[in-house]
């Protein structure tokens, strides 16, 4: 049996750091909980309780268990405010994708680029992934940014690419090949 895989603590740009996931981020769990968005397109429980909390951050430990990917809890002087994930499903293609989240009460400072662009050149450097991708819906301008910022380029627009809530929605596809860094 393979190993799981070690969730690294990486520092980021501005005073970011990215970590595994503990218990006492419940209150993150419950924030993200309470936003628009975010459970639309992630998993995090709608409505929140403190078990579907538990139970979300136990997910989040078994992506390293089973190797499905890194999970990391974006953090700014020991207040956690995201996640930024690295999902391996299709590392046999030599690709990985990417996904991010920032709670509310913290954006605008960065923390999504940030974030971002350290597991970027982490998974780019270190884990030698030949492609990284990552779909952005095209009215999400602060998220097209964040990719942008980090590198990624656009590479067409992916009719009713995914599930948001009760539709299908369009993506933007944006990658980053190790031989552009």
Known sequence: MEQPLHVPELAAAGGFTLRSWRLSDLPLVREASEDEYIPLITTVPSPYSEP????????QWSRATTRAGYTFVVECEDRPVGQVGLWLRDLEQGRASLGYW???????????AAAVDAVTRWALRELRIPRLELWV???????VRTAERAGF????LLRSWQQVGDERRDMFMYSLVRDQV
């Open 102 to 112: 920032v709670v509310k009460s913290a954006r605008g400072q960065g923390a999504a």
């Open 153 to 156: 380029r656009r590479e067409g």
């Open 52 to 59: 579907a909390g538990v139970a979300f951050i136990e997910r």
């Open 137 to 143: 819906e095209p009215w999400n301008t602060a998220s």
